[in-house]
């Protein structure tokens, strides 16, 4: 498939483009952490990461 995008266009793109604690998700984590409830972000005892498969 080709890309509509040029190299520079890509590269900007991505750059922008955050993984981890995003504005989503730590309103997600401020709701749980003020309900009572407890979480783990990265648990080892699952069987796989998702980002590694």
Do not use: C, F
């Amino acid at each position: 498939m080709a890309d509509i995008l040029s190299r520079a266009q890509r590269q900007l793109n991505v750059s922008w483009i955050r993984g981890r604690h995003t504005e989503s998700e730590l309103v997600l984590r401020r709701s749980l952490l003020g309900r009572g409830l407890r979480y783990m972000l990265h648990p080892k005892d699952l069987p796989r990461r998702p980002e590694h498969i």
